[in-house]
């Protein structure tokens, strides 16, 4: 049972919220395509993000995942 998990009620609330506030928002995941300078991007990185297509047309914050060098672009797996 979860109640043995957690020596106070409160530690298991707080969890209980870092947890939700993590994925209780609908988020995206978006690969990226962009020059090599993208690699000066460490992962856990804030990065905007603006396109005119997928919902991003205003602009949002997204969190660098990973990257991949493929020739002479730089592919960033971001979450938003």
Do not use: K, N
Request: hydrophobic share 40%.
């Amino acid at each position: 049972s979860a109640a043995g998990l957690y020596a106070q009620s409160a530690d298991a609330d707080t969890e209980a919220a870092r947890l939700f506030a993590l994925w209780g928002t609908l988020r995206a995941l978006y690969r990226i395509t962009t020059r090599p300078r993208a690699l000066v991007c460490d992962l856990g990185r804030t990065v905007y993000i603006e396109h005119p297509r997928h919902g991003l047309a205003a602009g949002r914050l997204g969190r660098v995942l990973g990257h991949t060098v493929r020739g002479s672009e730089v592919e960033l797996l971001t979450l938003c």
